[in-house]
């Protein structure tokens, strides 16, 4: 195959997607296949030949697309979204195409400027303070991996990269209802799972500040080393928030750097009228949100922001000669902000979303998602046998029916059924149905439908 070939093949793709997002209402959101399906239509061994492109088209066309869950389906309930608008697909073809390696400022000077740039365009959007900077990861999980190696590195004056853990017992503080990122975190992080705290939550799931305050105070009488708290901007399971300002001032009141996860929540806030969830999030250190969950910017997209970026780059930053730009010893090189060396051109998909749909249009989808949230709660309340468990938190809420078999076999039932897409969660000790209302292409009638689904299939 070359670039001729290609420039036929791309035209033939674009005729596919088009056609593929116009008829994805008719098809089911989650594949009905079983394990080993798709496998089993694939050769065991590599083609030793060439083969041309039209076969293997065909192939993708008759295999892949049945074997897949459609994540950008208008009912796709389930998770959080992975949004892909329009104008971020065409924005990572052309990324695609150019297949740049932004590693360094020399290497990609545009990508490196327009992502400062976008970085300053999300800061403002959300109404943080202008002093915080940031940079554009592959997923929050890499955000708060770098966090919690900062504050790693910050506890022991920056020697652990140098000397190990030695005998040090570092401490990190989270609640509950904190993502599973921040356990994968510390173990990664040489911390460990044990050294974990999860702080113990009130009536609204939100960590007990007065309960962080305790924990670390216990923990320098024992000896160890508190290093950093972690707080819940929209936590997956039930949407929770933690109380952001006072456990940051806790946290301050030791000295402790505080990393908030904002994955999900994080989008929600360039409307204003939903900044009370996070008040006092500006005190924070570090910031991730994912532009893909609920922005409409294709994955992979996840933002943070930092207060001081120093720390963070005396972490994580390794300059051998061979990744020196002459001349330019204090340019920004984004791979010393994170853990891989080689980036995506991903800044590119957010200007261009940013652009086309502007905040009023991302700031109407994001108010509509919560309010037909709001409605379809109600819808499903009013089902016999129907519990609602937690009450929307933006457009996230739970509801079960009398005991857990009967939720899991009727959540099964849901999803084979294919019109829309759910996913659980455990709360408090129980098996709860998760619906999240997010996906870029919905509307108020998709979203309705969830109560249709779940009436007709208990009755």
């Not at 080993?36 to 590599?46: E, H, K, R, S, Y």
């Not at 990609?108 to 740039?117: C, H, K, M, R």
């Not at 509801?399 to 084979?416: C, G, M, S, V």
Request: hydrophobic share 45%; glycine share 8%; aromatic share 8%.
């Amino acid at each position: 195959m070359n670039h001729d070939d290609l420039n036929y093949w791309s035209k033939r793709a674009a005729d596919w997607a088009s056609d593929y997002h116009r008829k994805l209402r008719d098809r089911p959101v989650r594949a009905p296949l079983v394990p080993g399906a798709i496998a089993q239509q694939l050769p065991m061994v590599a083609p030793d030949a060439p083969e041309p492109i039209a076969a293997i088209f065909a192939d993708f066309e008759r295999i892949v697309p049945q074997g897949m869950t459609h994540w950008q389906h208008p009912r796709f309930f389930a998770y959080f979204p992975a949004n892909a608008s329009p104008a971020s697909m065409l924005a990572e073809q052309l990324a695609n195409a150019m297949a740049c390696q932004g590693m360094l400022w020399q290497t990609s000077p545009a990508a490196t400027e327009i992502e400062q740039v976008m970085v300053g365009w999300l800061r403002d959007a959300l109404g943080l303070p202008q002093g915080f900077v940031g940079t554009i990861h592959d997923s929050a999980t890499t955000a708060t991996l770098s966090a919690v190696l900062t504050m790693r590195e910050q506890a022991t004056a920056f020697q652990g990269n140098f000397k190990g853990m030695q005998s040090n017992i570092l401490r990190i503080y989270a609640s509950a209802q904190t993502h599973s990122s921040v356990d994968k975190a510390v173990r990664v992080a040489g911390i460990g799972q044990d050294n974990l705290v999860k702080i113990a939550t009130d009536a609204q799931f939100s960590m007990r500040p007065e309960s962080l305050d305790a924990a670390i105070r216990a923990d320098l009488a024992a000896g160890l080393l508190p290093a950093g708290v972690v707080l819940c901007a929209g936590g997956t399971a039930i949407g929770a928030f933690d109380r952001i300002g006072a456990c940051i001032a806790v946290a301050k009141s030791h000295g402790l750097p505080v990393h908030v996860d904002a994955a999900w929540g994080g989008s929600a806030m360039i409307c204003p009228e939903f900044r009370a969830l996070w008040q006092g999030v500006e005190g924070a250190d570090s910031i991730v949100f994912n532009p893909h969950k609920w922005l409409g910017v294709q994955f992979d997209c996840a933002v943070q922001f930092l207060r001081d970026p120093g720390p963070q780059v005396k972490s994580l930053g390794l300059r051998p000669s061979y990744l020196e730009t002459a001349g330019r010893e204090e340019i920004v090189n984004f791979n010393e902000w994170t853990v891989p060396l080689g980036r995506r051109f991903r800044a590119l998909k957010l200007w261009f979303t940013l652009r086309a749909y502007g905040l009023d249009g991302l700031r109407k989808r994001i108010r509509n998602h919560v309010q037909w949230a709001q409605e379809s709660c109600v819808a499903v309340a009013a089902i016999p046998s129907v519990k609602i468990i937690t009450q929307p938190i933006l457009s996230l809420y739970t509801f079960a029916l009398e005991d857990d078999a009967q939720t899991e076999r009727l959540l099964q039932r849901i999803n084979d059924d294919g019109r829309i897409y759910l996913t659980q969660t455990l709360h408090d000790g129980r098996y709860v149905i998760r619906v999240q209302v997010g996906q870029f292409d919905c509307t108020q009638a998709d979203v309705m439908m969830i109560a249709q689904v779940v009436a007709e299939l208990i009755g």
